[in-house]
């Protein structure tokens, strides 16, 4: 089973930092996607950062410049740092993964169980 294990959100003064973890385990051949997402309440679930397996980073346009995702694959792990945050980016905030596994006869799409972002004063 693929599991991907959340950590890192909690509260913030609005101008603060937070860095989510987002842990992969389970057997996986190969990590096609890796994102962050993000749901406030009566909100839809939006985007806010995305990372390929080639490196390649996409951005919510209001998180340029303040958010930023990378990975390490050593650790099987993304990350999502998070600075210059603000009262609008309070939300759930969730991992989520497509991958391959089981050599290469499945494809997988994992979502992880959420962490909450506050910010407020």
């Known amino acids: 089973q693929v599991q991907l294990v959340e950590s890192g959100g909690g509260l913030v003064q609005p101008g603060g930092s937070l860095r989510l973890s987002c842990a992969v385990s389970?057997?996986?051949?190969?990590?096609?996607?890796m994102a962050w997402y993000r749901q406030a309440p009566g909100k839809q679930r939006e985007l806010v950062a995305r990372i390929t397996s080639g490196g390649d980073t996409t951005y919510k346009d209001s998180a340029k410049g303040r958010f930023t995702i990378s990975r390490d694959n050593a650790k099987n792990t993304v990350y999502l740092q998070m600075n210059s945050l603000k009262p609008e980016d309070t939300a759930v905030y969730y991992c989520?993964?497509?991958?391959?596994?089981?050599?290469?006869?499945?494809?997988?799409?994992?979502w992880g169980q959420g962490t909450q972002v506050t910010v407020s004063s």
């Open positions: 389970g057997s996986i051949s190969r990590t096609h996607v």
């Open positions: 989520n993964v497509v991958a391959t596994t089981d050599g290469g006869l499945r494809l997988v799409d994992v």
